[in-house]
């Protein structure tokens, strides 16, 4: 059969009527294993991988290796990364930020995200994408969307209307999310860099009210990502139950990045709660001193089992949303992590965080044909992530970013 075109192609193509194609001669890694597979063939049915083997037949895959498609547990649709305030964000009209948030889902797709966890916005527009890109009628990764976080009053993120100053009413703002369909709860269990006003180091809530909203948030069917910089606040999320720790900055009483908390990292890991250290591209630029504190911090959290997701916070200035794979790299350095074990953050783990463990990250029959095909050896070599030559978004093909 033809060869794999590696110019972009104009637009999504459905495979054949019966959504059936073949990828052979690949080399294939399978989102868990330290080593490629033997199996070197994909067949696609319906959106799925129906079988993974060897010599299936199919389109000639010469020098591709193909890995399940990136996903990124924690970005904002709804966020420009060129605005730098967030009264430019509040001042635009919702049918630009549609049309924005739907070219920002093509570029995910395109950089080889074909899933993303969307970790809050004001007015649910990222649940509108969501739903549009699930009917198939624009292209994007697959979305999962947090609504409105839960914040305090005047607290981080506060003018997206989560805002509630006591458990019963955090209960009313998780409520107001649930019908509106969100996948998850978001709340700010600290204060946040980008709200005046709001201290990053200081907890938003008590343990009794963090523990309380997050059972109530699981009486719903929702789980909870929260935001945490600061040690007191990481405690109460952790010990509350929440499912990911987002930032887990380790900021003291001083407003500073200090020292982890020995303790609550061995609880962490005792309870399995995923890290998702929000570290984009950008980092690389900090100073050794701050990566420095990184590192001792992350060194400890993965010597005592830790478990990491990939995020990026895409949509905060300068951080876009299809850069997963310029990120992975720094990453990578930051944290101490081969390629494989960086690669696992961002495929497997990352679904199990996020609960999609039996449908994506994976490549394996019965999961989503969600699919990075990558010229070089993403195991030796991080960066070759950065030039997909194909794409599959549960089961259709995108072609390269160009
Ligand atoms: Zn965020």
Redesign the pocket.
Known sequence: MARLAAGPLSAPRLLTRRGLAAYTNARIWDGVAERYLDANSIVVEEGKIAQVGRDLGGEDCAGLTVLPGLIDA???MVLDPAMRTVAEHLAEEPDAVRRKMAARALAMVRGGITTARD??GGQWLELELRDRIDAGEIPGPRLLCAGQPVTSVGGH?HFWGGEAADAAQAEAVVERQRARGVDLV?LMATG?MQTPGSQPKDAQFDQAATSAIVAFAKTRGLEVAA?CHGTPGIRHAVRAGARTI??CSWIGQDGRRGPYDAQLVAEIARREVWISP?VNAGWARFGKAFANNVTGNFRAMKTAGCRFVAST?A??PNVRHHDLALALPVFARLAELSPVETLRCATSEAAAALGLGEVAGVVRAGASADLLFVRGDPLANLDVLRQPVLVLARGREYGAAG
Do not use: S
Request: net charge negative; hydrophobic share 20%.
């Open positions: 924690h970005v904002h970790l809050g993120c978001k946040g935001h987002e930032h929000t916070d949509g905060i």
